[in-house]
Protein backbone atom coordinates (compact mmCIF):
# COMPACT_ATOMS: atom_id res chain seq x y z
CA UNK A 1 0.00 0.00 0.00
CA UNK A 2 1.15 3.25 -0.73
CA UNK A 3 2.24 5.74 2.46
CA UNK A 4 -0.85 7.72 3.42
CA UNK A 5 -0.66 11.60 3.18
CA UNK A 6 0.67 13.71 6.20
CA UNK A 7 -2.02 16.13 7.32
CA UNK A 8 -1.62 18.78 10.11
CA UNK A 9 -4.51 19.93 11.56
CA UNK A 10 -3.93 22.84 12.92
CA UNK A 11 -6.49 22.54 16.53
CA UNK A 12 -9.83 20.72 17.48
CA UNK A 13 -12.59 20.14 15.02
CA UNK A 14 -15.82 21.46 15.54
CA UNK A 15 -17.10 18.22 14.57
CA UNK A 16 -15.19 15.88 17.00
CA UNK A 17 -16.54 12.71 14.72
CA UNK A 18 -14.02 14.31 11.93
CA UNK A 19 -11.07 14.26 13.48
CA UNK A 20 -11.77 10.22 13.73
CA UNK A 21 -12.62 10.15 9.81
CA UNK A 22 -9.50 11.93 8.88
CA UNK A 23 -7.14 9.68 11.10
CA UNK A 24 -8.63 6.45 8.74
CA UNK A 25 -7.86 8.18 5.97
CA UNK A 26 -4.28 10.01 6.33
CA UNK A 27 -1.84 10.26 9.06
CA UNK A 28 -2.99 12.95 11.16
CA UNK A 29 -0.58 14.80 13.60
CA UNK A 30 -2.73 17.91 15.69
CA UNK A 31 -0.47 20.87 16.11
CA UNK A 32 -2.32 21.82 19.34
CA UNK A 33 -1.78 18.53 20.81
CA UNK A 34 2.19 18.93 20.79
CA UNK A 35 3.82 20.05 24.07
CA UNK A 36 5.85 22.51 22.23
CA UNK A 37 3.94 23.46 18.76
CA UNK A 38 6.65 25.68 17.29
CA UNK A 39 9.53 23.02 17.73
CA UNK A 40 7.53 20.44 16.29
CA UNK A 41 7.10 22.48 13.24
CA UNK A 42 10.67 23.53 13.39
CA UNK A 43 11.46 19.79 13.54
CA UNK A 44 8.44 17.66 11.63
CA UNK A 45 7.49 20.58 9.29
CA UNK A 46 8.82 18.78 6.15
CA UNK A 47 6.19 15.21 6.23
CA UNK A 48 3.36 17.43 5.75
CA UNK A 49 1.86 18.38 2.64
CA UNK A 50 -1.87 19.05 3.95
CA UNK A 51 -3.59 21.24 6.50
CA UNK A 52 -6.82 20.83 8.41
CA UNK A 53 -8.24 23.95 10.16
CA UNK A 54 -11.08 25.95 11.10
CA UNK A 55 -12.35 29.71 10.26
CA UNK A 56 -12.32 30.52 13.74
CA UNK A 57 -8.12 28.94 14.20
CA UNK A 58 -6.97 30.01 10.80
CA UNK A 59 -3.78 29.64 9.47
CA UNK A 60 -0.61 32.19 10.67
CA UNK A 61 2.09 32.76 7.30
CA UNK A 62 4.24 31.59 9.74
CA UNK A 63 3.11 28.17 10.07
CA UNK A 64 2.83 28.20 6.03
CA UNK A 65 6.40 29.00 5.83
CA UNK A 66 7.09 26.16 8.57
CA UNK A 67 5.55 23.46 6.06
CA UNK A 68 7.89 23.44 2.82
CA UNK A 69 5.95 20.38 0.58
CA UNK A 70 2.45 21.85 1.65
CA UNK A 71 0.19 21.53 -1.46
CA UNK A 72 -3.42 21.64 0.06
CA UNK A 73 -5.19 23.33 2.65
CA UNK A 74 -8.91 22.66 3.58
CA UNK A 75 -10.34 24.77 6.55
CA UNK A 76 -13.95 24.03 7.86
CA UNK A 77 -15.80 26.77 7.79
CA UNK A 78 -17.20 29.67 5.26
CA UNK A 79 -14.79 32.45 6.33
CA UNK A 80 -11.25 32.85 5.76
CA UNK A 81 -9.89 36.13 7.40
CA UNK A 82 -8.56 34.10 9.72
CA UNK A 83 -6.52 32.58 6.69
CA UNK A 84 -2.96 33.79 5.39
CA UNK A 85 -4.60 33.64 2.14
CA UNK A 86 -1.60 35.74 0.52
CA UNK A 87 1.30 33.20 1.71
CA UNK A 88 -0.14 30.64 0.62
CA UNK A 89 -1.50 31.76 -2.95
CA UNK A 90 2.46 33.01 -2.86
CA UNK A 91 2.99 29.66 -2.60
CA UNK A 92 0.58 27.94 -5.03
CA UNK A 93 -1.00 25.87 -2.10
CA UNK A 94 -5.06 25.16 -2.74
CA UNK A 95 -7.41 25.82 -0.01
CA UNK A 96 -10.92 24.46 0.23
CA UNK A 97 -13.63 25.96 2.32
CA UNK A 98 -17.01 24.96 3.05
CA UNK A 99 -19.48 27.73 1.49
CA UNK A 100 -23.16 27.10 0.80
CA UNK A 101 -23.82 24.34 3.16
CA UNK A 102 -24.39 26.61 6.32
CA UNK A 103 -26.14 29.49 4.86
CA UNK A 104 -29.62 28.29 6.18
CA UNK A 105 -28.45 27.58 9.79
CA UNK A 106 -26.58 30.82 10.12
CA UNK A 107 -29.34 33.34 8.47
CA UNK A 108 -32.31 30.89 10.63
CA UNK A 109 -29.80 32.05 13.66
CA UNK A 110 -30.10 35.52 12.79
CA UNK A 111 -33.66 35.51 13.16
CA UNK A 112 -33.60 33.54 16.11
CA UNK A 113 -31.22 36.56 17.61
CA UNK A 114 -33.87 38.80 16.18
CA UNK A 115 -36.68 37.94 17.90
CA UNK A 116 -35.12 36.94 21.13
CA UNK A 117 -33.79 40.06 21.59
CA UNK A 118 -36.92 41.98 20.29
CA UNK A 119 -39.29 39.57 22.52
CA UNK A 120 -37.43 38.52 25.38
CA UNK A 121 -37.12 34.99 24.68
CA UNK A 122 -33.66 34.38 26.83
CA UNK A 123 -34.33 37.48 29.66
CA UNK A 124 -38.00 35.68 29.85
CA UNK A 125 -36.49 32.69 30.67
CA UNK A 126 -33.84 34.31 32.77
CA UNK A 127 -37.18 35.88 35.21
CA UNK A 128 -39.16 33.14 34.83
CA UNK A 129 -36.83 31.02 36.62
CA UNK A 130 -36.17 33.69 39.01
CA UNK A 131 -39.30 33.03 40.17
CA UNK A 132 -40.16 36.66 39.61
CA UNK A 133 -43.45 36.28 37.15
CA UNK A 134 -45.80 36.04 40.36
CA UNK A 135 -44.62 39.06 41.45
CA UNK A 136 -43.12 41.14 39.46
CA UNK A 137 -44.34 43.17 35.96
CA UNK A 138 -42.69 41.93 33.06
CA UNK A 139 -40.71 44.47 30.67
CA UNK A 140 -43.02 45.10 26.63
CA UNK A 141 -41.38 43.61 23.87
CA UNK A 142 -41.16 45.20 20.13
CA UNK A 143 -42.70 43.66 17.31
CA UNK A 144 -40.77 41.87 14.39
CA UNK A 145 -42.98 41.21 11.61
CA UNK A 146 -43.55 43.84 9.42
CA UNK A 147 -40.39 45.79 10.30
CA UNK A 148 -37.66 47.44 8.27
CA UNK A 149 -34.47 44.66 7.66
CA UNK A 150 -31.19 45.91 6.55
CA UNK A 151 -28.61 43.57 5.32
CA UNK A 152 -24.91 44.32 5.22
CA UNK A 153 -23.22 41.77 2.93
CA UNK A 154 -26.05 40.71 0.34
CA UNK A 155 -23.64 36.97 -0.57
CA UNK A 156 -25.59 33.80 -0.23
CA UNK A 157 -26.39 34.37 3.59
CA UNK A 158 -27.42 37.65 3.20
CA UNK A 159 -29.77 36.16 0.29
CA UNK A 160 -31.20 32.89 2.85
CA UNK A 161 -32.03 36.08 5.41
CA UNK A 162 -33.95 37.89 3.19
CA UNK A 163 -35.69 35.28 1.98
CA UNK A 164 -36.41 34.61 5.23
CA UNK A 165 -37.99 37.89 5.90
CA UNK A 166 -41.22 37.19 3.76
CA UNK A 167 -43.09 35.58 6.22
CA UNK A 168 -42.70 38.33 8.65
CA UNK A 169 -43.72 40.34 6.14
CA UNK A 170 -41.26 42.47 6.65
CA UNK A 171 -39.66 45.39 4.01
CA UNK A 172 -35.84 44.28 3.09
CA UNK A 173 -32.94 46.69 2.13
CA UNK A 174 -29.16 45.76 1.69
CA UNK A 175 -25.82 47.35 1.45
CA UNK A 176 -23.22 45.51 -0.19
CA UNK A 177 -19.50 46.48 -2.10
CA UNK A 178 -21.64 46.74 -4.56
CA UNK A 179 -25.46 46.17 -6.09
CA UNK A 180 -25.70 42.87 -6.31
CA UNK A 181 -26.46 40.67 -10.00
CA UNK A 182 -29.79 39.99 -10.12
CA UNK A 183 -30.75 41.31 -6.36
CA UNK A 184 -33.91 43.26 -6.83
CA UNK A 185 -34.42 44.47 -3.25
CA UNK A 186 -33.56 48.05 -2.44
CA UNK A 187 -29.63 48.99 -2.51
CA UNK A 188 -28.10 51.46 0.15
CA UNK A 189 -24.79 52.99 -1.04
CA UNK A 190 -23.81 53.12 2.52
CA UNK A 191 -24.06 51.26 5.99
CA UNK A 192 -25.24 54.50 7.50
CA UNK A 193 -27.77 54.96 4.91
CA UNK A 194 -28.92 51.42 5.31
CA UNK A 195 -29.03 51.99 9.13
CA UNK A 196 -31.04 55.36 9.03
CA UNK A 197 -33.62 53.58 7.35
CA UNK A 198 -33.97 50.13 9.06
CA UNK A 199 -35.12 48.91 12.23
CA UNK A 200 -32.55 45.72 12.38
CA UNK A 201 -28.82 45.99 11.16
CA UNK A 202 -28.65 42.49 10.43
CA UNK A 203 -24.55 41.52 9.70
CA UNK A 204 -23.62 39.12 7.05
CA UNK A 205 -20.43 40.65 5.52
CA UNK A 206 -17.34 38.64 5.07
CA UNK A 207 -14.72 39.43 7.99
CA UNK A 208 -11.06 40.50 7.53
CA UNK A 209 -9.32 44.59 6.88
CA UNK A 210 -11.90 45.65 4.59
CA UNK A 211 -14.85 45.30 6.56
CA UNK A 212 -13.57 45.69 9.95
CA UNK A 213 -15.46 48.35 12.04
CA UNK A 214 -17.83 49.32 9.11
CA UNK A 215 -20.34 48.83 11.84
CA UNK A 216 -18.88 52.59 13.61
CA UNK A 217 -20.31 55.12 16.36
CA UNK A 218 -21.74 57.26 12.76
CA UNK A 219 -23.76 54.04 11.81
CA UNK A 220 -24.88 53.15 15.38
CA UNK A 221 -26.12 56.59 15.66
CA UNK A 222 -27.81 56.49 12.48
CA UNK A 223 -29.93 53.28 13.48
CA UNK A 224 -30.94 55.09 16.61
CA UNK A 225 -33.08 54.50 19.72
CA UNK A 226 -35.47 51.59 18.42
CA UNK A 227 -32.81 49.72 16.30
CA UNK A 228 -31.19 46.50 16.45
CA UNK A 229 -27.90 45.31 15.51
CA UNK A 230 -27.32 41.59 14.37
CA UNK A 231 -23.93 40.05 14.43
CA UNK A 232 -23.68 36.68 12.63
CA UNK A 233 -20.60 37.71 10.58
CA UNK A 234 -17.40 38.77 12.37
CA UNK A 235 -17.27 40.92 15.81
CA UNK A 236 -14.32 42.52 13.64
CA UNK A 237 -17.05 44.01 11.40
CA UNK A 238 -18.83 46.18 14.47
CA UNK A 239 -16.75 48.86 17.02
CA UNK A 240 -17.38 46.69 19.81
CA UNK A 241 -16.65 49.54 22.51
CA UNK A 242 -18.92 51.92 20.31
CA UNK A 243 -21.40 49.18 20.44
CA UNK A 244 -21.35 49.03 24.06
CA UNK A 245 -21.70 52.68 24.33
CA UNK A 246 -24.57 52.80 22.39
CA UNK A 247 -25.97 49.78 23.88
CA UNK A 248 -25.48 51.26 27.61
CA UNK A 249 -26.46 54.65 27.03
CA UNK A 250 -30.08 53.53 24.90
CA UNK A 251 -29.10 54.69 21.60
CA UNK A 252 -29.58 51.94 20.12
CA UNK A 253 -32.49 49.13 21.09
CA UNK A 254 -30.52 46.26 21.81
CA UNK A 255 -28.38 43.60 19.86
CA UNK A 256 -28.45 39.65 19.10
CA UNK A 257 -24.39 39.08 18.69
CA UNK A 258 -23.29 35.37 18.10
CA UNK A 259 -20.12 36.84 17.36
CA UNK A 260 -17.11 39.40 18.88
CA UNK A 261 -13.88 41.15 18.65
CA UNK A 262 -11.82 38.67 21.09
CA UNK A 263 -13.48 35.49 21.16
CA UNK A 264 -13.90 33.49 23.45
CA UNK A 265 -13.76 37.02 25.63
CA UNK A 266 -17.06 38.43 25.94
CA UNK A 267 -16.97 42.22 27.28
CA UNK A 268 -18.47 42.12 30.80
CA UNK A 269 -20.01 44.88 30.05
CA UNK A 270 -22.01 43.36 27.10
CA UNK A 271 -22.91 40.49 30.01
CA UNK A 272 -24.54 43.05 31.94
CA UNK A 273 -26.69 43.93 29.96
CA UNK A 274 -30.63 42.97 29.69
CA UNK A 275 -30.77 44.48 26.15
CA UNK A 276 -28.23 42.19 24.66
CA UNK A 277 -28.64 38.24 23.66
CA UNK A 278 -24.78 36.92 23.28
CA UNK A 279 -24.85 33.92 21.72
CA UNK A 280 -21.01 31.75 21.45
CA UNK A 281 -20.58 31.66 17.69
CA UNK A 282 -22.68 29.08 17.29
CA UNK A 283 -24.65 30.00 13.83
CA UNK A 284 -23.63 27.11 12.22
CA UNK A 285 -23.61 24.74 15.01
CA UNK A 286 -26.57 22.12 14.16
CA UNK A 287 -25.57 18.65 13.44
CA UNK A 288 -26.63 18.55 10.24
CA UNK A 289 -24.55 21.48 9.48
CA UNK A 290 -21.91 20.69 10.87
CA UNK A 291 -21.86 17.16 9.20
CA UNK A 292 -22.73 18.78 6.16
CA UNK A 293 -19.51 21.31 6.58
CA UNK A 294 -17.20 18.06 8.03
CA UNK A 295 -17.71 16.23 4.54
CA UNK A 296 -16.82 18.97 2.55
CA UNK A 297 -13.67 19.24 4.68
CA UNK A 298 -13.11 15.63 3.65
CA UNK A 299 -13.89 16.11 0.18
CA UNK A 300 -11.59 19.11 -0.35
CA UNK A 301 -9.28 16.59 0.96
CA UNK A 302 -9.92 14.10 -1.05
CA UNK A 303 -10.28 15.39 -4.12
CA UNK A 304 -7.14 17.29 -3.95
CA UNK A 305 -5.07 13.97 -3.52
CA UNK A 306 -6.45 12.14 -6.08
CA UNK A 307 -7.49 15.04 -9.16
CA UNK A 308 -5.28 17.47 -7.99
CA UNK A 309 -7.87 19.84 -7.27
CA UNK A 310 -9.71 20.98 -4.06
CA UNK A 311 -13.41 20.80 -5.14
CA UNK A 312 -14.51 24.38 -3.51
CA UNK A 313 -11.96 26.66 -3.85
CA UNK A 314 -11.47 30.06 -1.63
CA UNK A 315 -12.23 32.65 -4.57
CA UNK A 316 -8.63 33.99 -5.82
CA UNK A 317 -6.75 30.87 -4.58
CA UNK A 318 -4.37 28.84 -6.73
CA UNK A 319 -6.11 26.22 -9.24
CA UNK A 320 -3.98 22.51 -10.25
C1 LIG B 1 -17.76 28.05 12.29
C2 LIG B 1 -17.64 30.24 10.90
O1 LIG B 1 -18.38 28.04 13.53
O2 LIG B 1 -17.92 29.30 8.78
C3 LIG B 1 -17.45 30.20 9.43
O3 LIG B 1 -16.81 31.13 8.90
O4 LIG B 1 -17.26 31.16 11.52
C4 LIG B 1 -18.41 29.15 11.56
O5 LIG B 1 -19.26 28.50 10.70
C5 LIG B 1 -16.32 28.03 12.47
O6 LIG B 1 -15.66 27.82 11.28
C6 LIG B 1 -15.93 26.92 13.40
O7 LIG B 1 -14.61 26.99 13.61
Not at 312 to 320: A, F, K, M, N, R
Given at each position: TAPRHRILQIGRMPLPALEAEMAARYEVTCLADQPDPAAYLAARGTEFTGVVTTAAIGLKGEVIAALPRLQVISSFGVGFDALDIDAATARGVQVGYTPGVLNDCVADMAFALMLDVSRHVAASDRFVRRGEWPKVRYALGSRVSGKRLGIVGMGRIGQAVAER????????????????????????????????????????????????????????????????????????????????????????????????????????????????????????????????????????????????????????????
Open positions: ASGFRMEVGYHNRRPAQGCALPYFESVAALAQWADYLVLTVAGGAATRHLVNRNVLEALGPHGYIINVARGSVVDEAALIEALTERRIAGAGLDVFENEPTVPAALMALDNVVLTPHTASATHETRRAMADLVLENLESFFATGAVRTPVPGTPGP
